[in-house]
């Protein structure tokens, strides 16, 4: 079956990026120049997605009007004969209905957000996308992700390799490499202490899922944090039914935590032509007084 939905739960708190976080979604604080949602936004569509889910708290109206049409500014766009700009605006709103948006009352955790999502999904395989984590890659890591699940017709979560002394910050796996860039999971674990960790392999925001996890996730069973975590969920789920790893390529920036979305900003920026040379000739005039 194709993966037609994508679940984006942007209902957390955002604490670490209070005060910016006080009334705005931390999915909608720009990198370079674009909300950090429309970058997982754009990937869900080409990877083929056909409907976005919104999981949404606070923040929904900036979130809702991002991607919606904006006649104030079509107007004064045109007025001006700003052309590339008005493309670009028109461009970011998807076709009607391609947006659902539902809300989690409450950021019980992020299983709970996906949960939240379940009678929009239905009983069809879908995909997760963390906006937090942002990649920079070749390769768009949801379609590579698609194309080995129309293989393998099993979940698939994304990993990479992560510093020993930083396990305690996300879901790490057990498993065993199968291919050149997929392993099979045999177990996992949420945000384990570096001496508990069974490896450094860890769970990056990209995930296909199947439907089974809803089940589980409305137990409601508390984990990691007292939050209804989803690594939890997927290590019942891997009773029932295989998951695997997909070892991407890329640069992958934790856009959540302060220092990632600073480097963020700094990677994506160098990317651009219009910024580059300024921004290389500012970074070797700080670096002297390093
Ligand atoms: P984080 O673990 O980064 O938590 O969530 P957070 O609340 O957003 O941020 P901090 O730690 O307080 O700064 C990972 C993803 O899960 C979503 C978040 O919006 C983010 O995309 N999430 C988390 C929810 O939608 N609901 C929750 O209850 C928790």
């Known amino acids: 079956m194709k993966i037609r939905k ?24 720009p990198v370079v120049d674009k909300p950090i949602i429309q970058y997982a936004v754009e990937e869900a569509f080409a990877a083929g997605i056909e409907q976005i889910i919104f999981v949404t708290g606070r923040g929904k109206k900036a979130l809702e009007d991002h991607f919606d049409k904006s006649f104030e500014i079509e107007h004064a766009l045109k007025e001006k004969e700003k052309e590339d700009l008005l493309k670009q605006i028109q461009e970011l709103v998807p076709r009607t209905g391609t947006i659902v948006y539902t809300r989690q009352h409450e950021p019980l955790g992020l299983g709970h957000a996906i949960w939240c999502a379940r009678d929009i999904v239905g009983d069809e395989p879908f995909a997760v996308l963390l906006a ?23 979940s698939i979560v994304a990993v990479m390799e992560v510093e020993k002394s930083q396990t305690d910050k996300y879901g790490i796996l057990n498993a065993q490499m199968v291919e050149e860039d997929i392993v099979k999971i045999n177990d996992m674990v949420e945000k384990p202490k570096p001496d508990e960790a069974p490896s450094n392999l860890a769970i990056i925001g990209r995930y296909i899922l199947t439907p089974k996890i809803f089940d589980i996730l409305g137990k409601k069973e508390k984990g990691a944090n007292n939050e209804i975590q989803l690594t939890d969920a997927m290590k019942s789920l891997l009773k029932e039914q295989p998951i695997y790893g997909y070892k991407f390529n890329g640069q992958r920036f934790d856009c959540g935590d302060k220092v990632g979305f600073q480097m963020a900003n700094l990677a994506f920026a160098l990317e651009r032509p219009e910024m580059r040379d300024r921004l290389i000739k500012f970074i070797k005039e700080i670096q002297k007084d390093f």
Not at 134 to 140: E, G, H, N, S, V
């Open 132 to 154: 937090d984590d942002l990649i920079q890659t070749d390769k768009p890591v949801l379609s590579e992700m698609v194309n080995k699940f129309d293989r393998l017709r099993a």
């Open 6 to 29: 994508a679940v984006f739960p942007v209902a957390g708190l955002g604490t670490r990026f209070i005060p910016a976080t006080k009334a705005m979604a931390k999915e909608m604080l």
